[in-house]
């Protein structure tokens, strides 16, 4: 398993920034972070972009599914604005810059395969292709809600850690999860107990879960053994836990 950090910003710096902006990464960067969660899918000509929702409307000045966009429109549009005018005329980077801006600044990513509209095998197969040609590929965890992208990830590159993504933890995740060959467990921290945390971490199974904003919160579920917890604001947690505590329940 790849050492993941305990903090990890949640699509960047995103309470600073632009979320799943070039400028949200490098923000994350400058407050200490090493690395950064972002959400990868395809443009309508299969090109890999980063966004996290099904449409354009919330985080750009565009309209409509993205997959009905190819990449130069997708490439065109405003992606900071809506955040703050100093972020206006950024834009959705691509995989490619993505992977090339992380590996100059040594961080790290976890990289979640989002379908979202697209084909999931055509997306893990352009990631695959990126990661596979790059010439500057940074530490990769990939993550996937779907669970036919972590089998495929899992399969085509076996070498690349792979956390499968949950809202609720299932009662039979050990069998699934070892069916599908992941190498993580991520997981909404409300979804939760001390029990569950208990038996996921001594079944060996990194745990990361999404998303704490709160100190006291993140604090709590480090001492229940959670591995790494995925933040909008990294720069007041890793001010207020610098280094990964003791799991109190070890």
Same mark, same amino acid.
């Given at each position: 398993?790849?050492?993941?950090?305990?903090?990890?910003?949640?699509?960047?710096?995103?309470?600073?920034?632009?979320?799943?902006?070039?400028?949200?990464?490098?923000?994350?960067?400058?407050?200490?972070?090493?690395?950064?969660?972002?959400?990868?899918?395809? /443009?309508?000509? &299969?090109?890999?972009? $980063?966004?996290?929702?099904?449409?354009? *409307?919330?985080? +750009?000045?565009? =309209?409509? @599914?993205?997959?009905?966009?190819?990449?130069?429109?997708?490439?065109?549009?405003?992606?900071?604005?809506?955040?703050?005018?100093?972020?206006?005329?950024?834009?959705?980077?691509?995989?490619?810059?993505?992977?090339?801006?992380?590996?100059?600044?040594?961080?790290?990513?976890?990289?979640?395969?989002?379908? /979202?509209?697209? &084909?999931?095998?055509? $997306?893990?197969?352009?990631?695959?292709? *990126?990661?596979? +040609?790059?010439? =500057?590929? @940074?530490?990769?965890?990939?993550?996937?809600?779907?669970?036919?992208?972590?089998?495929?990830?899992?399969?085509?590159?076996?070498?690349?850690?792979?956390?499968?993504?949950?809202?609720?933890?299932?009662?039979?995740?050990?069998?699934?999860?070892?069916?599908?060959?992941?190498?993580?467990?991520?997981?909404?921290?409300?979804?939760?107990?001390?029990?569950?945390?208990?038996?996921?971490?001594?079944?060996?199974?990194?745990?990361?879960?999404?998303?704490?904003?709160?100190?006291?919160?993140?604090?709590?579920?480090?001492?229940?053994?959670?591995?790494?917890?995925?933040?909008?604001?990294?720069?007041?947690?890793?001010?207020?836990?610098?280094?990964?505590?003791?799991?109190?329940?070890?």
């Amino acid at each position: 398993m790849i050492d993941i950090p305990h903090i990890v910003a949640h699509r960047g710096a995103s309470i600073e920034a632009p979320e799943n902006t070039i400028a949200a990464f490098r923000v994350a960067g400058a407050r200490g972070a090493k690395w950064i969660e972002c959400d990868v899918t395809l /443009s309508a000509d &299969d090109k890999c972009v $980063l966004i996290h929702d099904d449409t354009l *409307e919330r985080t +750009t000045n565009g =309209t409509g @599914p993205i997959h009905h966009s190819d990449f130069d429109t997708l490439r065109n549009l405003d992606a900071g604005g809506w955040f703050s005018d100093i972020y206006k005329g950024e834009r959705i980077p691509s995989l490619k810059d993505t992977l090339e801006t992380l590996y100059f600044m040594g961080m790290g990513a976890n990289l979640e395969i989002k379908p /979202s509209g697209c &084909d999931p095998v055509r $997306l893990c197969e352009e990631v695959i292709k *990126e990661l596979c +040609t790059s010439k =500057t590929v @940074p530490p990769i965890l990939i993550s996937s809600f779907d669970d036919t992208a972590v089998a495929h990830m899992r399969k085509h590159m076996p070498d690349l850690p792979c956390g499968w993504l949950l809202e609720t933890l299932p009662k039979n995740w050990k069998a699934e999860y070892a069916r599908l060959g992941a190498s993580a467990i991520h997981i909404d921290h409300k979804a939760l107990t001390p029990v569950s945390a208990a038996e996921i971490v001594d079944a060996g199974v990194p745990l990361v879960c999404y998303t704490i904003n709160d100190v006291e919160r993140a604090k709590e579920l480090f001492s229940w053994g959670v591995t790494s917890v995925i933040t909008d604001d990294p720069a007041k947690l890793l001010m207020a836990i610098p280094r990964r505590p003791f799991a109190a329940h070890r």
